[in-house]
């Protein structure tokens, strides 16, 4: 099984739409859950960190984390053209290596 | 503004072939990463870096070695380059002991293996 499963898309929405991204996980040792977007022919850039539970926003995006059910989530509220990506989650332990999801590859209609 | 750089964009090479991959970071960091990324496989890591002439294997290291001589420099060595390589390879960094540090990535080299 692998550690880190994420939702595989893809995912196509209009403009304006709310948008989902979702990835579960096993290793209890996972501390730091992140958030990528990788544009098409670029390498991935970091959009959101958090390390507890909960909800943090910035902007128009919300990064959701339940430890107990070993669930993150990542919203985009209103969501645009210029959001069309690959989302990739990813989780580090203490010791700084990182684990990422496949991605989940998002188009945002006009 | 923290750069990576990679030495191709995209790279075709032969069967047999040794390949070399460059990356190139501006921000003194002693971390370096190398993946390789494939549909439906994400992200994989091939082997890192933590200090000049440290390395150690990742999750997939069969097939390629490393080489890190200087702090800002980490090269990837296919030593005999075999179709199943073809992908795309990205070479990250950030700085050691940051364990919430997001690692800064290149924009990545598309090799293709004929």
């Known amino acids: 099984q692998k550690e880190v499963e994420q939702d595989p898309g893809p995912l196509s929405v209009p403009e304006g739409a709310i948008v989902s991204l979702n990835c579960t996980y096993s290793?209890?040792?996972?501390?730091?859950f992140m958030w990528y977007r990788q544009y098409s022919r670029k390498g991935p850039e970091l959009l959101m960190y958090?390390?507890?539970?909960g909800n943090k926003e910035d902007g128009r995006f919300t990064a959701q984390v339940d430890k107990s059910s070993k669930y993150i989530s990542l919203f985009i509220r209103d969501s645009q053209p210029s959001d069309s990506a690959t989302y990739l989650c990813?989780?580090?332990?203490?010791?700084?290596?990182?684990?990422f999801g496949d991605g989940t590859t998002l188009t945002v209609k006009p | 503004d923290v750069k990576v750089t990679q030495s191709s964009r995209y790279l075709v090479k032969r069967t047999g072939e040794k390949v070399f991959l460059e990356c190139v970071q501006d921000?003194?960091?002693?971390?370096m990463f190398w993946y390789r990324q494939d549909p439906g496989l994400g992200l994989r890591l091939i082997y890192f870096?933590?200090?000049?002439?440290?390395?150690e294997k990742g999750d997939i290291p069969e097939g390629y070695s490393v080489s890190r001589e200087k702090k800002e420099r980490f090269s990837l060595i296919l030593e005999s380059a075999s179709t199943n390589q073809t992908s795309m390879y990205l070479c990250?960094?950030?700085?050691?002991?940051?364990?919430?540090?997001?690692?800064?990535f290149g924009p990545g080299t598309r090799l293709t293996v004929l």
């Open positions: 921000m003194d960091h002693e971390n």
């Open positions: 990250a960094s950030n700085l050691q002991g940051a364990s919430t540090d997001t690692q800064y």
């Open positions: 290793n209890s040792a996972f501390q730091y």
């Open positions: 990813a989780f580090n332990t203490n010791a700084g290596k990182s684990t």
């Open positions: 870096s933590y200090d000049v002439k440290m390395k």
């Open positions: 958090t390390y507890s539970s």
